[in-house]
């Protein structure tokens, strides 16, 4: 399995713009860019990162 060309990035973006739609796709990418950086932040250990996620989670 080869690393993936122009062609087969934008034949699974059309995919994903058809499956999705273009209203949704925004929310999406917002959720996994807080999921990674959530990630990050537990794998650095940054504690206090996590104590203001679960704080602001509890408002």
Do not use: Q
Not at 31 to 53: H, R, S
């Amino acid at each position: 399995m080869g690393r993936l060309g122009a062609t087969e990035i934008i034949v699974i973006l059309v995919i994903v713009l058809l499956l999705f739609g273009g209203k949704k796709i925004p929310e999406l990418m917002k959720g996994l860019g807080t999921g990674i950086k959530e990630f990050k932040d537990a794998a650095k250990g940054d504690e206090n990162a996590v104590a203001k996620k679960e704080d602001e989670t509890k408002e």
